[in-house]
């Protein structure tokens, strides 16, 4: 006698509110009531990010395989010449944390913000750890993005993230930058519950060891915040060479006045509209530098592919 057939489970879209390798969990409704639900990928697949929205199937009441991906806005990624390090999906802004100590890195500052620029999302920089006595010079440090349009607050997270919480209402952002710069007490003075929910993922992950390495989401007023694990460095090979300058605000006025139409903005390229900004002092040299250096990155990244 043939067994009766088992009825293929429906269909179901859910949020990607934690992401570890192949390991998700996912979250049934958007108002973050339902139980977390432990997902895996088929094959190898881990294209996914936190704040994805994906189609799958249970295999358990807290259990199920991602099948698909719902369109996306946006995705914040990092790539090198071998892999992609996916940040967070369908985002609205990206808030990049720096402090006074330890002494953050205005290129990966930049990388991040050429990241954001790439995918529309609007960028945001926090000063944490303003209590430090090296608040003056970081703030200085932070100038030249200042000029270029974005907005720069500060804050000590321990004591208040009101200037900071006000600007999250009704957003889906996410959190990147370095290690050490604070992000881990600015989510828990936004979102109190962090450490227990941060709790619940892990178990659903089953997998405690990961609490520090995984990408994960929390509501928050009225929308959510992607808090992501710390980084050292940001790789651009996803970006294109040809487009790179548009991904300067600063530059932008600049752009199509240089005497080449290929232009480079190199310091060497003659009639270079953005190297006579930089020398007039309209455009931080610092920044031109890193634009620069980016620039060649990508070209030898091209020629590596």
Not at 236 to 265: I, K, M, N, S, W
Request: charged content about 25%; glycine content about 6%; overall charge positive.
């Amino acid at each position: 006698m043939t067994p009766p057939k088992h009825p293929t489970p429906p269909l179901e879209s859910g949020l990607v509110v934690a992401a570890h390798g192949r390991h998700f969990c996912l979250q049934e409704t958007p108002n973050f009531t339902a139980p977390l639900i432990h997902a895996l990928t088929r094959g190898k697949r881990n294209d996914y990010a936190c704040g994805d929205r994906v189609a799958f199937r249970r295999i358990a009441a807290d259990e199920a395989v991602i099948e698909g991906l719902e369109p996306r806005t946006t995705l914040l990624y990092r790539a090198d010449t071998v892999r992609e390090k996916l940040i967070a999906a369908n985002v609205d802004l990206t808030v990049i944390v720096t402090a006074p100590q330890p002494r953050f890195s205005p290129e990966v500052l930049t990388r991040c913000l050429v990241a954001a620029e790439s995918q529309g999302i609007d960028a945001l920089i926090v000063l944490n750890k303003w209590d430090l006595p090296e608040r003056d010079d970081a703030l200085a440090r932070l100038m030249p993005f200042a000029r270029a349009g974005y907005p720069v607050i500060t804050l000590t997270a321990h004591e208040s993230v009101a200037p900071l919480a006000e600007r999250l209402t009704a957003r889906h952002s996410v959190l990147v930058g370095q290690s050490g710069m604070g992000k881990s007490t600015i989510v828990n003075a936004l979102v109190p519950e962090a450490q227990a929910r941060t709790g619940a993922i892990s178990r659903a992950l089953n997998s405690g060891r990961h609490t520090t390495t995984f990408t994960r989401l929390y509501p928050l007023r009225d929308g959510w915040i992607i808090d992501s694990p710390g980084l050292q460095r940001f790789g651009l090979a996803h970006v294109a060479e040809t487009a790179l300058a548009t991904y300067f605000p600063e530059f932008r006025p600049f752009l199509g006045q240089c005497r080449f139409r290929d232009c480079t903005h190199d310091e060497k390229t003659p009639g270079c509209a953005i190297a006579a900004a930089v020398a007039d002092g309209a455009i931080a040299a610092e920044r031109w530098q890193h634009y620069r250096t980016i620039r060649l990155e990508l070209r030898a990244v091209r020629k590596w592919r």
